[in-house]
């Protein structure tokens, strides 16, 4: 079955930067898009970031645009999250999340457990 | 950018129906997904392109979409529909996600 396990999270100070990845497994990484929610403490779902399933087309939330790089290594089932220049609003549960379609363009029918990131000085 | 707005919480006694909409310009052409999240928990996807259901998704789950609002319809609800519901639409526009701001859902 579809599983999706996220790594990388922790506490990092403002300013500062972090790597998540999600380990993918039970499907075919390479023929779907994937994308990146994150959560902050009650706060609702915040899409952050998508990716084709070659990697090729890339999208991002505003707040994020330049600062977070999403990438994917096919060869190693492996979604990446690069996240430069933190903030206190970058604080939240981060969800690695999978399309249903190549283009990353619709529905978001498996996710992850989450990683959590916290932006403290 | 694309904006989808869902009430914040609506509340049902047990057995009744439960509406919980989303609304959004022109909504209507777009494909809507809804997703259920309980507390502590991943979200879950529930219904997508409109009104279909998952596998492992009671019938009880229904959606609609036409105009402005989309619909997630949850009939006869129970103790365990309690959760907040999102709903989400591929902004061609931009090339983004829109999630709505979700609706939590009591179960009187």
């Known amino acids: ?121 | 950018s694309y904006v989808l707005t869902q009430p914040p919480s609506v509340s049902m006694a047990p057995g009744q129906t439960a509406r919980i909409t989303c609304a959004g310009n022109n909504i209507g052409l777009k494909s809507v997904h809804w997703y259920q999240q309980k507390p502590g928990q991943a979200p879950v996807l529930v219904v997508y392109d409109d009104s279909d259901r998952p596998s492992g998704i009671p019938e009880r789950f229904s959606g609609s979409n036409s105009g402005n609002t989309a619909t997630l319809t949850i009939s006869r609800v129970a103790a365990g529909d309690e959760a907040v519901y999102y709903c989400h639409v591929w902004d061609s526009d931009n090339d983004q996600v829109v999630f709505g701001g979700g609706t939590k859902l009591t179960v009187l």
């Not at chain 1, 579809?2 to 790594?7: C, I, Q």
């Not at chain 1, 991002?60 to 690069?82: C, E, M, P, W």
């Open chain 1, 1 to 121: 079955q579809v599983e999706l396990v996220e790594s990388g999270g922790g506490v990092v100070q403002p300013g500062k930067s972090l790597r998540l990845s999600c380990e993918a497994s039970g499907f075919r990484f390479s023929g779907v898009g994937m994308h990146w929610v994150r959560q902050g403490p009650g706060k609702g779902l915040e899409w952050v970031a998508g990716t084709s399933n070659d990697g090729t087309k890339k999208y991002y939330a505003d707040s994020v645009k330049g600062r977070f790089t999403i990438s994917r290594d096919n060869s190693r089932n492996t979604l990446h999250l690069q996240m430069n220049s933190l903030t206190i609003d970058d604080m939240g549960v981060y969800y690695c999340a999978k399309d249903r379609s190549y283009n990353a363009q619709r529905r978001l029918e498996n996710w992850g457990q989450g990683a959590p990131v916290t932006v403290s000085p």
